[in-house]
Every structure is written in structure tokens, then in C-alpha cells.
């Protein structure tokens, strides 16, 4: 790791973190391929989601927890399926018991099953009611600046706008509504949703985007740990970028070699 | 004793309070959060948590999700 790297944490809530890619647990063909792929996405945040336990069935079944640890990843446990603000704070609260007080949680609740977009309303209201509660809330939105700010200065610790639809795939469709929020944020800022590939990554964090969050864009790859692999050199490579500075962009052409003393 | 479980009825048999519950479920040592009738209740008060006829108990875990 180069000594950039080192000195560039990502600081969310006042901790912080050497790696900037955030990834999720879902989709995996199994825990074996689950633990495999966070480990080489070298990501130090993985997102959980919380459900009901099956009751009657199969009890000694392995824990996620068993294989991504609290005491060695940030346990993020997230509100996906939530439609209402009061089902997406009752979520959280659980999320908070079950591991044992951590109060860093992602709040996103939807507005329908065929976009999962982001509800803002209900999103807000949750937000306020979380945040008086005591938790750290990253908060996934849509990428309207406006809303974006406002759920910033609610007191959320981190925003996510979405860089397409949830699982889609698509990349980031909105590039310059990402950098108007960029523009006035104080928090992080970590596009959430839509990667498919690692130069999707990339192009986020070359945008001066915080960090990225990804779940489906490595666990439905063909090989998904090595695709894991793939967007922690994205993250990377997009991170340097933007610390480097790009070249200016020029409509015409610039030789690299000299032009003295060329023969003929 | 009839109380709900997850949503579904469930015969909580003898058992008196929430610790006998977990254990009756098969669930003893496993990371999982219980709420009672929509509030949380904390592991240390689950053997100090008394069960009623009707009362609605949720139990959750942490799965794979993005």
C-alpha cells in the first residue's frame, strides 16, 4: 500500500477506514463464497440485512455473523425491504440489539418493488426519528442535491445517492447531479447502488465520490471473488485519480515526443 | 399458552418468560434480537421477561443483503 493510500482514510462518524469500497452479503451462492469475495474486496464496512429467524427449521443452519465477524469487519445492517419510516426504525432498533448496541446503521426505505427507489418522505421522517434515537445513520437517497443536503444537515453521517437503480447495473446515469451534491456536501458522500463493473467504480471515485457501495455488481459476476477483486483496484485506481488530478481535456492533438531534432 | 411467533401462531407450551422461549425455539446462544409486542427487549432482560397468552414475539437475525 502506498503511502497516499495510508494517509487518505475515509472518516465516517469519526472512525476510520483504509478502504473506500463498502459491499453487501446478499446474493452469494453460499457463505463460503460470501466470506471469499468480502475478503478480496479488502472492504472493511459490509452491509447485513435483518430478517425473521425460521422457526423450526434447521436451527444449527451457520450464521452470517460466524463468517463476517464484528470484531473483524463494521457491521452496517440496513432497512432493505422497508416501505414505511415506522418499520425501518423498528429494524434498526433490532439491528441495534442484536449486535449489541452498534449504532451505525443504513436507513433506506423504499417506494416500490419495481424501481426500489428511494421514499423520501418516509426516508426523512425516519432519518429524525433515528437520529434523536442515537444512531449513526448512512442514508441511502435518490440524487437530488436538495435532498441530499437537507438529510446532511438532519445530522446523517454519511449520503448515498443511488448511481442507478438498485441490482441494475446501469453505472452512474446521473454523473452531473453526483458532483452537484459533491459540491456542498460536508459528510461523505458514497454512490450506493447501480455499479456493474469495475470502470463504474472507478468512474465514481474519479468523481471525488467518498466511497462506493456494491452488492450485486460482485455477487452476480460469473466469478464473483475475482470480481471482488477487480473493484478493490477500481476503488483504488479511481481514488488516485482524483488525488492525482486529471489532465485537462483538449480537442486536438498533443505530441509526447520532442518535435526538435527528429531525422529527414 | 398461545402466543405468535414471527407472525404465525405458536404453542409456547410452559414456558414462562422469554429465556425459555429462545430455548423451546432452539435458538439459545444464537445472535438473534427479540421484540415484544413491537418493543425491543434486551438479551440480559429475556429471563426476566414474562410471557402472556396472545403476546406477539418477533425474533430476527442478520442474513446476506446489500
Keep these: 500500500m502506498s503511502e497516499q493510500q495510508l494517509n487518505d482514510p475515509l472518516v465516517i462518524a469519526g472512525k476510520s477506514y483504509q478502504s473506500r469500497l463498502l459491499v453487501g452479503t446478499g446474493k452469494y451462492k453460499d457463505l463460503q463464497e460470501t466470506g471469499e469475495a468480502i475478503a478480496a474486496s479488502g472492504a472493511e464496512i459490509v452491509t447485513v440485512a435483518v430478517r425473521r429467524t425460521n422457526i423450526g427449521q434447521n ?51 423504499l417506494g416500490d418493488q419495481k424501481t426500489l427507489y428511494p ?11 433515528l437520529i434523536k434515537d442515537g ?21 446523517c453521517v454519511a449520503v448515498m445517492p443511488l448511481g ?25 458522500i458514497i454512490v450506493d447502488a447501480g455499479v456493474g463493473t469495475a470502470s463504474d467504480a ?8 467518498a466511497g462506493v457501495l456494491m452488492n450485486t455488481a460482485i455477487a452476480a459476476a460469473n466469478q464473483p471473488v475475482l470480481m471482488a477483486s477487480a473493484m478493490r483496484k477500481a476503488i483504488e ?26 531525422i529527414g | 399458552m398461545q402466543i405468535q411467533v414471527n407472525g404465525e401462531p405458536f404453542d409456547a407450551g410452559e414456558c414462562v ?22 418493543e425491543i427487549v434486551p438479551r440480559s432482560e429475556h429471563d426476566k421477561t414474562e410471557l402472556k397468552a396472545g403476546d406477539r414475539v418477533e425474533v430476527v437475525h442478520a442474513i446476506g443483503g446489500g
Design chain 1, 59 to 109: 436451527p444449527d443452519e451457520p450464521n452470517l455473523l460466524d463468517v463476517i465477524s464484528p470484531d473483524r469487519y463494521t457491521i452496517l445492517p440496513n432497512t432493505a425491504g422497508c416501505y414505511t419510516a415506522q418499520d425501518a426504525v423498528r429494524t434498526c432498533r433490532l439491528a441495534r440489539e442484536l449486535l449489541d448496541g452498534h449504532d451505525l446503521v443504513k436507513l433506506e426505505v
Design chain 1, 202 to 209: 472507478a468512474v465514481a471515485m474519479e468523481m471525488g465520490c
Design chain 1, 135 to 155: 444512531f449513526k445513520v448512512m442514508v441511502y437517497t435518490n440524487d437530488d442535491p436538495i435532498v441530499a443536503k437537507h438529510l446532511e444537515e438532519m445530522g
Design chain 1, 237 to 262: 485506481a479511481g481514488r488516485e485519480a482524483f488525488l492525482a488530478g486529471r489532465m485537462p481535456r483538449k480537442a486536438y492533438a498533443s505530441a509526447s515526443s520532442p518535435l526538435v531534432g527528429t
Design chain 1, 119 to 129: 421514499n423520501i418522505v418516509e426516508t426523512l421522517s425516519a432519518a429524525e426519528t
Design chain 2, 17 to 38: 418468560n422469554l429465556a425459555e422461549l429462545v430455548n423451546r425455539l432452539g435458538l439459545a446462544g444464537k445472535r438473534i434480537a427479540i421484540e415484544l409486542n413491537m
Design chain 1, 164 to 188: 442507478s437503480l438498485i441490482g441494475s447495473g446501469l453505472g452512474i446515469l446521473n454523473p452531473h447531479n453526483i458532483r452537484l451534491i459533491m459540491e456542498e456536501a460536508q459528510v461523505p
